[in-house]
């Protein structure tokens, strides 16, 4: 049975940092492509920064150059590094692993709330 356990979310000022993990059990970790989906509140779930199986990364424009996605297969663990913090990225934020077929293998977590309030 795949398990997936978020956590690190909470609340930060305006221009602060937060650190997400993402930690997945019962899975091949390594073969899994992942990445990090936002959600606020009336809006579609957007993502936010990918990285793939061989280590490359992209990223939503709104968060480029202030987030990092990074992994580590020896812990089985994703991570999302938020730096300079804005009031919009106020959303409950996802992880999703994945592999082909991803109709098949597409897994997603609980979801941990961020909020960027003065």
């Known amino acids: 049975q795949v398990q997936r356990v978020e956590s690190g979310g909470g609340l930060v000022q305006p221009g602060g940092s937060l650190g997400l993990s993402c930690t997945a059990s019962?899975?091949?970790?390594?073969?899994?492509?992942m990445g990090w989906y936002h959600q606020a509140p009336g809006k579609q779930r957007e993502l936010v920064a990918a990285?793939?199986?061989?280590?490359?990364?992209n990223y939503a424009d709104s968060v480029k150059g202030r987030f990092t996605i990074s992994r580590d297969n020896a812990k089985n663990t994703m991570y999302l590094q938020m730096d300079s913090l804005k009031l919009e990225d106020t959303a409950v934020y996802y992880c999703?692993?994945?592999?082909?077929?991803?109709?098949?293998?597409?897994?997603w977590g609980q979801g941990t709330q961020v909020t960027v309030s003065s």
């Open positions: 999703n692993l994945w592999r082909v077929p991803r109709a098949k293998y597409n897994y």
């Open positions: 019962g899975i091949s970790f390594s073969l899994y492509s």
């Open positions: 990285i793939t199986s061989g280590g490359s990364t």
